[in-house]
C-alpha cells in the first residue's frame, strides 16, 4: 500500500525510491539471544482515530517524569544521542529497564518492576494525562512501538504510532483506566538462518487490576482494569510479555507499513484543485498581459511616431514614477533578503525530501536539514537584500547586511523564548534545552551571519538593477482607485489562490506538526509548494498591473504584501482548525498554539512577499523597457 503511494508520490522524479538508504539506517542483524534495547520517548497527545475527536494539549512529557512513576533502569535513565532536529521537534529518548533477548523467552508474562507508594498527586495527574489521549511512544531499534489498525476506508491493515497510555473509554466512564500491562509482539526477518532483523514493532497495551499475588499475572481477559484512586496511595505492578513473529517483509521495506496515507483520494483532490487554480490564472494572465498589454505598447509607440501629441494613458502615466524609491526601502529590503533565504531553504529542503533522504526513519532529520540549508543560504539573503537595497536606492549598507543577517533570527528567538517560558512552567519536556539553544546560536553567528554579510557585501558591490526609465523630479498626484485595490482588501482578495491551492495540504501539515505524527507526503507537498509559488508570482503580477493602471505607482510595498496575502487567511484558517480540532484546556497549550501558528504566518508572509516582489519587479522592468519614452 506504501509503496504504491509513494510511488504516486514522487512519480514525477525517483521511482527507484527504495534503493535509498542512509547513514544511520544501516540494517542491524542479532544473533539469538542478542539484547535488544528498548528505549522510551516522551509522551505526547494523541488524535485518536475516531472522527470528531479533538487533540486535547500540545504538551509533550519527558517518559520519566516523576509524576508518571515508571519502572527506572538500574542507575538511572540515561539520555540517548539525538539529533538537532529531533530534539527540536520533541523528542528525548531514554533508555528503559526491558530485558528483551533476541528470540528468547517467547510469551513469558514477565513483571517489569512494581511501584509503591503512588500517591493521590501523582494517581491524578495519571488520570489526566489519560483523559487527554495521551500516547506511550517507544523505539525498539529505530522502529516506533504502534498498534495496529484498521484503516476504515480502505479496509487495510496499518501501524499507527505510539500506544495509548490508558483507556478511556471502556467499561467505567469517567474513570480513566491506567494500561500497566504491554503485549509486545516483535516481528523479525530471517535473512540467513543465523541472522535476525526486527522489522515491526508492535503493542497492545492492557489494564490489569486486581489483587496482586507473587506470580505475575497477564491474563487480560479475566481481569478487572487498573483504575487508580486519586485520594489514597497505591502500588501498580507493570507487567509485560515479549512474543517473537516472523515476518516475510525484509528490512528494506519495513517502513512501509507505518508510513499509512489516509486517503490519499484527498490529497488528489486537493493537487488537482490546485492545478485547475493555476490553470485558471495562467490563462487570465496571459490573456490580460500579452493581448492587453502589448497592444498598448503597440499603440504608444505608434503614436509617438504618427502623431505628435504626447497623450499618455493608463500605466504609462506612471512611467516616471515606477522606480522612485519607495519608504523604508531598508526594511522592504531586509525583508526580501530573509524571503529570499527561507526560500532557498524551502525548495532544497523539498528536493532532499522528495529524494526519499527525509523519511520519518532517519529521525529528525526534516528539522536538521532545514536548519542547515537555512544557516548556509544567509550568503542568498544577504546578497538578495544588498542588491534590493541599492536597486531601491538605499544607501547605508552597513546597516543593511546587519539587519539582514539579525532581525529574523532575533525576531523568532523572542517568541521561542516565550514559548518556552510557558513549556517549563507547565513541566513539559517539549522546552528546547540550554545545550540546543547554545547550538542553534552558534549555527546563527558562525555560519548564517558571516555568510549574511559576505553576500551582503557582494550584493551591494553589484548595485543597483540598471533601469533606464528616468524618474520625474517631482512626484505625481495619485488619484483614488477602485476600493478593491485599497491595501488590505487587495491583500486579502489576492491571497485567496495562494491558499485555495495548499489548503489541504495545509491541513495535514498543521495535524502532523501538532499531533506530533510524522509528516512523509512530500511528494504532494512538493507539487503543492509549487503551484503556490507560481500562482503567488502570477497574482502579484497581475495586481501590480492593475495598481499601476490605477495610476497607483507605489507599488513595491504593495506587491510584498499583496504576494504575501495568503497569510492571512492561513491564520484565519488556523483559528478555524483549533475551534474544530482542538480542545485546548491549559493555558499554556492555548499559547503555544497561538505561538505556532503566528510563527507559520510570519514565515509564510516572508516567503511568500518575497516571491510577489521580485515577480512584480521583474514584470516592471520588462513592462517599462518594452515601451519608448522621450
Ligand atoms: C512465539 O509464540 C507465538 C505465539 O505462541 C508463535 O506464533 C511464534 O511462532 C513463536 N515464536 C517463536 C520464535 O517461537
Ligand atoms: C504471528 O504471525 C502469524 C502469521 O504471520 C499471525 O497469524 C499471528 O497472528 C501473529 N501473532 C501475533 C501475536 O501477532
Avoid at 539520555?79 to 517467547?106: A, H, V
Avoid at 505625481?476 to 476600493?483: A, E, L, S, V
Avoid at 497549550?589 to 521583474?618: C, D, E, Q, R
Wanted: with cysteine.
Amino acid at each position: 500500500m506504501f509503496r504504491a503511494a509513494l510511488t504516486a508520490h514522487i512519480f514525477l522524479l525517483l521511482p527507484c525510491i527504495q534503493a535509498f538508504y542512509l547513514p544511520g539506517a544501516a540494517p542491524h542483524s542479532y544473533a539469538q539471544g542478542d539484547k535488544v534495547d528498548l528505549f522510551v520517548n516522551a509522551l505526547t497527545p494523541m488524535m485518536t482515530g475516531t472522527t470528531g475527536s479533538k487533540l486535547k494539549s500540545l504538551i509533550n512529557y519527558d517518559y520519566y517524569n516523576r509524576k508518571f512513576r515508571f519502572c527506572e533502569p538500574d542507575g538511572g535513565p540515561k539520555t540517548q544521542p539525538e539529533s538537532l532536529g529531533s530534539i527540536l521537534f520533541g523528542d528525548r529518548i531514554f533508555n528503559s529497564p526491558y530485558d528483551i533477548k533476541m528470540l528468547q523467552e517467547n510469551g513469558t508474562c514477565r513483571t517489569l518492576c512494581q511501584v509503591d507508594e503512588v500517591t493521590g498527586e501523582e494517581a491524578k495527574f495519571i488520570n489526566d494525562r489519560i483523559r487527554e489521549d495521551y500516547a506511550i511512544n517507544w523505539l525498539v531499534d529505530g522502529l516506533p512501538a504502534a498498534e495496529m489498525k484498521l484503516d476504515v476506508r480502505t479496509k487495510e491493515l496499518f501501524f499507527d504510532m505510539g500506544f495509548n497510555l490508558g483507556n478511556n473509554e471502556g467499561k467505567m466512564q469517567n474513570v480513566p483506566a491506567l494500561n500497566n500491562h504491554y503485549e509486545i509482539v516483535l516481528r523479525y526477518h530471517r535473512p540467513t538462518p543465523e541472522t535476525f532483523r526486527i522489522v515491526g514493532v508492535l503493542v497492545w497495551p492492557a489494564s490489569i487490576g486486581g489483587p496482586q499475588t507473587s506470580t505475575p499475572n497477564c491474563d487480560i481477559e479475566g481481569s478487572q482494569p487498573l483504575l487508580l484512586s486519586e485520594d489514597s496511595p497505591q502500588s501498580i505492578r507493570y507487567t509485560y510479555r515479549v512474543m517473537w513473529n516472523e515476518s516475510d517483509t525484509p528490512w528494506a521495506t519495513r517502513w512501509d507499513n507505518y508510513l499509512h496515507i489516509f486517503d490519499p483520494r484527498i490529497h488528489w483532490f486537493s493537487l488537482i484543485n490546485s492545478i485547475v487554480i493555476v490553470v485558471f490564472l495562467c490563462v487570465m494572465v496571459s490573456m490580460i498581459l500579452f493581448r492587453s498589454v502589448s497592444k498598448d505598447i503597440h499603440r504608444y509607440n505608434a503614436i509617438d511616431i504618427s502623431e505628435d501629441v504626447q497623450e499618455d494613458w493608463g500605466w504609462k502615466l506612471v512611467h516616471g514614477e515606477v522606480f522612485r524609491s519607495p519608504k523604508n526601502p531598508l526594511l522592504l529590503s531586509v525583508m526580501v533578503g530573509n524571503g529570499a533565504q527561507l526560500c532557498a531553504m524551502v525548495a532544497v529542503t523539498l528536493v532532499f525530501a522528495l529524494l526519499g533522504f527525509l523519511s520519518p526513519s532517519n529521525r529528525g532529520s526534516l528539522a536538521t536539514v532545514m536548519m542547515v540549508f537555512w544557516s548556509f543560504f544567509g550568503s542568498v539573503g544577504g546578497y538578495i537584500s544588498g542588491r534590493a537595497y541599492a536597486s531601491l536606492g538605499g544607501n547605508n549598507r552597513r546597516k543593511n547586511a546587519f539587519i539582514t543577517a539579525t532581525a529574523l533570527p532575533s525576531f523568532i528567538f523572542a517568541i521561542v523564548f516565550l514559548l518556552n517560558f510557558f513549556l517549563l512552567t507547565a513541566g513539559s519536556s517539549g522546552a528546547v534545552p540550554f545545550g540546543t539553544m547554545v547550538l542553534i546560536i552558534l549555527l546563527w553567528f558562525g555560519i548564517s551571519a558571516p555568510l549574511s554579510t559576505v553576500g551582503s557585501c557582494f550584493g551591494s558591490r553589484k548595485g543597483a538593477l540598471e533601469n533606464h526609465v528616468r524618474v520625474n523630479p517631482i512626484p505625481r498626484q495619485i488619484p483614488p482607485g477602485p476600493k478593491y485595490l485599497k491595501p488590505w482588501a487587495s491583500a486579502l482578495l489576492s491571497g485567496i489562490l495562494p491558499f485555495g491551492a495548499a489548503f489541504v495540504e495545509l491541513y495535514f501539515m498543521l495535524s502532523s506538526l501538532f499531533a506530533s505524527k510524522a509528516y512523509y507526503a512530500f511528494g504532494f507537498l512538493a507539487l503543492t509548494a509549487g503551484v503556490v509559488a507560481l500562482t503567488t508570482a502570477t497574482v502579484s503580477i497581475l495586481f501590480t498591473y492593475f495598481l499601476l493602471c490605477s495610476e497607483e505607482y507605489r507599488w513595491h510595498w504593495r506587491s510584498f504584501v499583496i504576494g504575501g496575502g495568503s497569510s492571512f487567511w492561513i491564520l484565519a484558517y488556523g483559528i478555524f482548525y483549533w475551534a474544530s480540532r482542538l480542545r485546548l484546556d491549559s493555558l499554556s497549550s492555548a499559547v503555544l498554539y497561538m505561538g505556532y501558528l503566528v510563527l507559520i504566518a510570519l514565515l509564510n508572509f516572508l516567503i511568500t512577499g518575497t516571491i510577489g516582489f521580485l515577480a512584480s519587479y521583474w514584470a516592471v522592468r520588462k513592462l517599462y523597457t518594452a515601451i519608448r519614452i522621450d
